[in-house]
């Protein structure tokens, strides 16, 4: 096969005997070479003699056939070779976006769990956290009404009033003292703050001032009433009293019950432990008052304490020598009223010659007391008489220069300084 292009043709050789021939023949042998060159324009194949010949769009169309038809062989052929690799590829590469995806999944629901759990413990903890503040409710309710249920720790039955300012001051004291029941905290008192745990921690910064003026109330009432048993007990060693023997001797009929001793429960707190206490030390209080309600330390006149003549030795007014003078006597007015200074039983009331008209009350336990120069008595003989009952009023009967009251303190029968009873009186009030 051989190839060759039309336009390549030989072109005539120029003779020098062309020159001499005819110029017709010359013009149609050039207008023959045109035609034959225009009949020989194209592409050309050869192959065992034979030609077959194209023209050049159909020429550049081959080729541009066989071109693609090789890159895409050569395409298909590399495709071939390298397609476990690729499809290895792509297979691990969406492998690797799945897990990632799968991985995103699994993080995010971890965090939505995450998320919940911890609201849900967040709401646990709120309950547990509420439930526990209104149980702390409860109990500083119960402590509120057990101190509003604790009575004075002072001892009834002076004779002498207070002034008229110091009742009133003394029962607002004592009624700002006692804590009130607690009231339920409304939604509008903690309108202001924002989220629940706010008004946790502002409603137990509530309950803990609560608490404080509880146990501070509290610590106070324990501090008074072990102050007023020594006290007490102070006055029975001054006054040289037994007093095992007053109290039994105090004793009120009528009493009794089963022994049932003081048991705190296993989950008793400090303040529980504490409110025992205070109620054993008012135990001990309440059975000392009733023996100090025997034991003459009151004043039987009202008003100031103005002596005209004490005890001891004095001289006597009517005969001018030294003499015993067994009483105090009070400055008092005619007709003012004298009170027993202790419970008894009124054992004389009658004439008895230098007391005049005179009154005597047994108090028990060897201790009695006389009122002398009386213009009045308001009891009679068996008679029971309580602290501050009047049994007769000032006069000047007997062995007297004026109106007076004659007052005696004995034990067992002989006379002893009525201050000294008085004085332990003084103390234990003003203490």
Request: with cysteine; hydrophobic share 35%.
């Amino acid at each position: 096969m051989s190839y060759r292009s039309s336009p390549c043709a030989e072109y005539p050789q120029h003779r020098a005997h062309d020159h001499n021939r005819h110029p017709s023949r010359h013009a149609a042998s050039a207008a023959r070479t045109s035609n034959k060159k225009e009949t020989q324009r194209g592409y050309t194949l050869a192959h065992a003699g034979r030609q077959v010949r194209f023209g050049p769009v159909v020429f550049w169309i081959a080729v541009g056939t066989i071109t693609l038809l090789g890159v895409w062989s050569a395409a298909t052929a590399t495709y071939f070779a390298f397609r476990d690799d690729v499809l290895t590829r792509l297979i691990s590469r969406q492998a690797d976006m799945q897990y990632a995806y799968e991985d995103r999944i699994a993080e995010l629901r971890t965090r939505v769990d995450r998320t919940t759990s911890r609201q849900l413990l967040d709401q646990e903890q709120f309950h547990r956290k509420l439930d526990e503040i209104m149980r702390r409710q409860a109990v500083l309710e119960s402590h509120a009404a057990a101190l509003n249920a604790l009575p004075d720790a002072s001892v009834t039955g002076s004779i002498k009033g207070p002034p008229p300012g110091k009742a009133e001051k003394d029962a607002d004291a004592s009624s700002s003292g006692k804590p009130f029941p607690i009231s339920r905290p409304q939604p509008a008192r903690f309108g202001k703050t924002t989220g629940p745990a706010n008004k946790l921690m502002r409603l137990e910064s509530s309950l803990d001032r609560v608490e404080n003026r509880q146990t501070a109330e509290l610590n106070s009432v324990e501090n008074r009433m072990e102050s007023r048993l020594r006290r007490m007990r102070g006055v029975f060693s001054e006054l040289g009293l037994n007093t095992a023997k007053m109290e039994s001797g105090s004793q009120h009929s009528g009493t009794g019950g089963p022994y049932v001793p003081v048991k705190l429960p296993h989950n008793a707190g400090p303040f529980e432990r504490q409110l025992t206490r205070v109620n054993l030390t008012r135990a001990q209080i309440d059975r000392l008052n009733g023996a100090l309600a025997f034991v003459p330390y009151r004043k039987p006149v009202m008003g100031e304490m103005e002596f005209t003549s004490g005890f001891g030795i004095r001289v006597d007014p009517f005969v001018g020598r030294p003499a015993m003078h067994t009483g105090l006597d009070f400055r008092a007015s005619m007709g003012d009223p004298v009170r027993a200074t202790a419970n008894g039983k009124v054992v004389s009331a009658g004439w008895s010659g230098g007391y005049g008209r005179m009154v005597e009350i047994d108090h028990g336990n060897g201790l009695s007391t006389r009122y002398g120069h009386l213009s009045a008595i308001n009891v009679s003989v068996g008679q029971s008489v309580k602290i501050g009952q009047v049994v007769g009023e000032v006069g000047s009967t007997g062995r007297s220069t004026g109106p007076h009251l004659h007052y005696e303190t004995r034990i067992n029968g002989e006379a002893v300084d009525p201050r000294k009873f008085l004085r332990a009186g003084m103390l234990l009030n003003d203490g």
